[in-house]
């Protein structure tokens, strides 16, 4: 449920971008991190359910109004979590799971 930095590699944009891990250390042994990329807040974004909107507090600490993109779930290698920036409080991170 942490925010942190994952740089790109490959043909992708070349810069640091920011994303929510979603999985839990227990969960299997491969060094991986499933992620939810984020991104800048659109209202257009708001009648997608698949973005979740992000409010920025003290605990997950973003500089502006921003979405979790559920469609962009994937998975990382942990060294590309380069940097903690914040987390994500249990009423957000209930968006994500839904009964």
């Not at 800048?40 to 993109?69: C, E, F, G, H, L």
């Not at 779930?73 to 380069?82: K, L």
């Amino acid at each position: 449920m942490a925010c942190f930095a994952c740089p790109t590699v490959g043909a992708e944009i070349k810069k640091t971008r920011p994303a929510i891990v979603v999985n839990d250390n227990t969960l299997g042994r491969l060094p991986l991190k499933i992620i939810v990329p984020v991104t800048d807040w659109k209202d257009r974004y708001a009648v997608a359910p698949w973005m979740v909107k992000i409010i920025p507090d003290r605990q997950n600490k973003p500089t502006k109004d921003s979405s979790a993109d559920c469609f962009q779930i994937h998975s990382v290698a942990e060294e590309r979590c380069v940097k903690r920036l914040g987390q994500v409080a249990m009423t957000l991170w209930t968006k994500f799971v839904k009964p």
